[in-house]
């Protein structure tokens, strides 16, 4: 085994999803821009995060409406959240040229991204300036997922979407899958990974 490197601190917590986040100002003029550092934050209200730098286009709708709507992404949607990424909405229409679908919120005035298979709509409860990024607390007030990807029992199946994530600068589609939530401890399970052998 080889030993290790160090480098200095810095974010280095990857894989993380890069979302599409929606977002619009109080006359409902609407931008998408890309995030790729928001996560889950608590279950019991469902909160999440999202940190954006306050120079960046959507801040101010953010402020301005304390509302946004998560879009998850995918394989097919790898293309338009880099764009939304590195274009900025004061100088092109990312929904138009992205031929991005819009579809109203119930809860929120931002728009919610008709292609990407879960839509999360948030209502900030606390903003936290940070240092480089503000982080936007939110609470989750409505979900809606795409119906394609539900069986006939009702269940939901995410991975069919080949969600994507964004890591060191990369975009990978998820990969297959290796076991579910504790299977560790399962008396038997057929997942491909097996427990590390004991050390002698």
């Given at each position: 085994?080889?030993?290790?490197?160090?480098?200095?601190p810095g974010n280095m917590l990857y894989p993380l999803p890069a979302v599409l986040v929606s977002v619009?100002?109080?006359?409902?003029?609407?931008?998408?821009?890309?995030?790729?550092?928001?996560?889950?934050?608590?279950?019991?209200?469902?909160?999440?995060?999202?940190?954006?730098?306050?120079?960046?286009?959507?801040?101010?709708?953010?402020?301005?409406?304390?509302?946004?709507?998560?879009?998850?992404?995918?394989?097919?949607?790898?293309?338009?959240?880099?764009?939304?990424?590195?274009?900025?909405?004061?100088?092109?229409?990312?929904?138009?040229?992205?031929?991005?679908?819009?579809?109203?919120?119930?809860?929120?005035?931002?728009?919610?991204?008709?292609?990407?298979?879960?839509?999360?709509?948030?209502?900030?409860?606390?903003?936290?300036?940070?240092?480089?990024?503000?982080?936007?607390?939110?609470?989750?007030?409505?979900?809606?997922?795409?119906?394609?990807?539900?069986?006939?029992?009702g269940r939901f199946h995410l991975n069919d979407a080949k969600p994507l994530v964004y890591s060191h600068g990369r975009y990978l589609s998820i990969?297959?899958?290796?076991?579910?939530?504790?299977?560790?401890?399962?008396?038997?399970?057929?997942?491909?990974?097996?427990?590390?052998?004991?050390?002698?």
């Open positions: 085994m080889k030993g290790k490197t160090q480098f200095k619009a100002d109080s006359q409902g003029k609407s931008n998408l821009l890309t995030v790729a550092w928001t996560g889950t934050v608590c279950s019991d209200p469902p909160m999440v995060s999202i940190s954006v730098r306050p120079e960046r286009y959507s801040y101010h709708m953010i402020e301005e409406t304390g509302e946004f709507v998560i879009n998850l992404t995918t394989q097919n949607l790898a293309y338009a959240t880099d764009y939304c990424g590195v274009k900025s909405g004061k100088d092109v229409d990312k929904w138009k040229e992205m031929k991005l679908t819009k579809i109203a919120g119930e809860k929120v005035k931002a728009p919610m991204v008709g292609e990407s298979p879960v839509n999360l709509e948030c209502k900030v409860t606390k903003k936290l300036a940070l240092g480089s990024h503000h982080m936007f607390l939110a609470q989750v007030v409505a979900v809606h997922v795409d119906e394609k990807y539900m069986d006939e029992k990969g297959k899958e290796i076991g579910s939530f504790g299977y560790s401890v399962k008396r038997s399970h057929k997942a491909p990974y097996k427990k590390p052998p004991k050390k002698t």
